[in-house]
């Protein structure tokens, strides 16, 4: 099974909600990431957790807390966002760097088309 | 950090032609992934290639690692290869945290 699975598949929400965007895997990957995606743009990082511990947070602002709740699970919880915010979320999981590699094959979940109103 | 520079931006196919898309990154890379993003957003695993020549199907790729490209070889295009085209590179020093180029946007007209 090489499925990633995200909910809510669209979300809108407004500036003064709390919401939170879940991720699950299956696969037994020690590694999850968080992206977000604007309209015509690359993905760009923002979190990496690595045995379910953040790993990489790319100075992303405080409005988005991840979470790993163990090794299938990871979360995005939003509180206050801003119509800016508003985007493709993506979740992906790999392999965890160690056993003579630094790196794998990540995979994809569907996204979260989100709209902060 | 390292620079991804794919090519062309756009592109535009009579079905059955072939096309070759290229990725060129600036410094060397453990990890390199093709990626096809479908009008729905989902992000499609074409190829884990950091070095050498893999085929699937009427799809292939390959990476020249030493000389830091890799390109992606389309052959009889359907209408359903239209979408978006990624490669996406991570370093040793930057383990976990994949670069992505800004795309090839491919159409194939029937």
């Known amino acids: 099974d090489t499925e990633v699975t995200q909910t809510p598949k669209h979300l809108v929400m407004g500036m003064t909600n709390k919401k939170s965007l879940k991720c699950e895997q299956h696969?037994?990957?020690?590694?999850m990431y968080w992206y977000k995606q604007k309209a015509k743009k690359p993905p760009e990082l923002m979190f990496v957790y690595s045995y379910e511990k953040l790993s990489i947070n790319e100075s992303v602002p405080s409005r988005f807390s991840p979470e790993c709740p163990n090794s299938s699970l990871l979360n995005l919880h939003l509180h206050a966002l801003q119509p800016e915010d508003s985007a493709l979320y993506l979740c992906?999981?790999?392999?965890?760097?160690?056993?003579?590699?630094?790196?794998?094959?990540?995979?994809f979940g569907p996204g979260t088309r989100l709209t902060v109103t | 950090g390292i620079q991804v520079e794919q090519s062309p931006p756009d592109l535009i196919l009579q079905e059955g032609a072939n096309s070759t898309l290229r990725c060129n990154f600036s410094d060397s890379v453990n990890n390199l992934q093709w990626f096809h993003q479908n009008p729905w957003g989902q992000l499609i695993n074409l190829f884990y290639i950091p070095s050498g020549t893999k085929q699937n199907g009427r799809l292939s790729a390959t990476t020249v690692a030493t000389e830091r490209y890799s390109l992606l070889y389309i052959s009889s295009s359907q209408t359903t290869d239209s979408g978006v085209y990624f490669c996406?590179?991570?370093?040793?020093?930057?383990?976990?945290?994949?670069?992505f180029g800004d795309g090839t946007t491919l159409t194939v007209k029937p």
């Open positions: 696969m037994g990957h020690r590694a």
């Open positions: 992906a999981s790999s392999q965890a760097p160690g056993a003579g590699k630094s790196s794998y094959e990540q995979y």
């Open positions: 996406a590179v991570e370093t040793n020093t930057n383990a976990g945290k994949s670069t």
